[in-house]
């Protein structure tokens, strides 16, 4: 995306943060419908007033992301404007510098809401938007955020993202499906993350038939660490059970330098779209909710409306954006229609009330093998 484009951009974001679309034949007692989207914007350390005062620099990394699902909704709404149904859609900043979250969803405006999105990434915002939701007993809809928040007892509270513990959870049905026959190399660096994924992979299910061979390495990784587990007369299966890329990517390149030992490693959900992770001699697979070639047709036409209307390449935020509007609103009017992936939503019940829901969680998971830089296949699995 070009520079001149995304200031534009910008500047159109602020004249619309309330957006109305009207259909053509609609009856007039049809009940018009309002849909809050928050979204981490930071559109206040882009201007002062009506000024943009960064320069000729580009924008803020850190913007990018909110940017681009910000316009795979607009995109949306422009699609929704064929629908016979009246939506009122409200944009909100929530990295605004005069007005914290709970001043903006104090708003009258927004208190007889039938649906909300959210793009918000930390824990304490997204907690307070679905205790919001839960008072005005509205569906809430966490878009990207992998993560419950500490949220229970709120069935309004949707998770779209799963959590790491059902990513893992999904890896182990995975292994035990596809590589019955093998004894799994789990690999781990030292940290509390990785013994949160290591006790529901391999501790969570140690009654189980599977055989998972430990090993536990420091930051770095050389070849003789793997080498006294490797067999150079079968396929050999790893697992990574680390959600850094820069750890997963050394392993990857370690094997690959030695092709004598045939290996599959299967990693976590953080290696989707990470460049690194290429390899000649060795099969990737890793897990991912998200596969954007599934509606090739329509993924064209929104690629080509992009570029036409930013001059660049859309991110997997726009497309996320734009999913999730159209399936969700799809969904509150109607039934709800598929876009490019699965979803699966399931209740995650509590833990000590069983019968409690907690919230809904999609459990739906693409499984991407990958070989060369070249995807090779991807399977839905859901469970």
Not at 26 to 50: C, H, M, S, Y
Not at 251 to 264: D, G, S
Request: hydrophobic residues 40%.
């Amino acid at each position: 995306m070009k520079r001149g484009i995304q200031i534009s951009s910008l500047f159109f974001l602020m004249l619309t943060c309330f957006l109305k679309t009207n259909a053509q034949s609609v009856p007039a007692i049809q009940e018009r419908k309002t849909i809050v989207v928050f979204i981490p914007l930071e559109i206040d350390a882009a201007f002062n007033g009506p000024d943009y005062i960064l320069g000729n620099n580009n924008l803020p990394k850190s913007m990018l992301p909110g940017l681009d699902f910000y316009n795979g909704v607009l995109m949306a709404v422009d699609s929704l404007k064929k629908t016979t149904t009246l939506l009122d859609i409200r944009i909100i900043d929530t990295k605004q510098k005069n007005n914290t979250l709970a001043t903006l969803i104090a708003d009258s405006n927004i208190q007889n809401t039938a649906l909300i999105i959210s793009a918000v990434t930390n824990k304490a915002d997204t907690k307070l938007i679905a205790d919001f939701a839960l008072a005005h007993k509205t569906q809430m809809i966490s878009a990207i955020f992998p993560n419950d928040a500490g949220i229970t007892n709120n069935s309004f509270f949707t998770v779209l993202n799963p959590t790491l513990k059902t990513q893992c959870e999904a890896i182990y049905n995975y292994i035990q499906a596809n590589f019955s026959k093998n004894t799994i190399l789990y690999l781990k660096k030292k940290g509390p993350t990785e013994d949160y994924i290591k006790n529901i992979i391999v501790e969570g299910n140690s009654q189980s038939s599977k055989s998972f061979l430990n090993i536990e390495v420091e930051d770095s990784v050389v070849f003789s660490d793997l080498e006294p587990y490797l067999d150079s007369t079968k396929q050999n299966v790893l697992l990574c059970g680390s959600l850094k890329e820069s750890f997963g990517a050394a392993v990857v390149k370690t094997l690959n330098e030695h092709p004598a030992y045939k290996t599959t490693v299967l990693g976590m959900p953080t290696w989707d779209g990470e460049k690194s992770l290429n390899a000649t001699n060795v099969e990737i697979i890793y897990a991912s909710p998200y596969y954007f070639n599934g509606n090739e047709k329509l993924l064209k036409q929104l690629t080509a409306a992009y570029k036409l209307k930013y001059l660049g390449r859309p991110s997997d935020q726009f497309f996320k954006g734009y999913e999730s509007m159209i399936y969700f609103t799809n969904a509150l009017l109607s039934t709800p229609m598929p876009v490019f992936n699965s979803i699966k939503l399931m209740p995650v019940y509590n833990t000590s009330i069983k019968s409690q829901i907690d919230y809904q969680e999609n459990k739906n998971l693409y499984f991407f093998r990958k070989q060369n830089g070249q995807i090779k296949s991807a399977k839905s699995n859901s469970y």
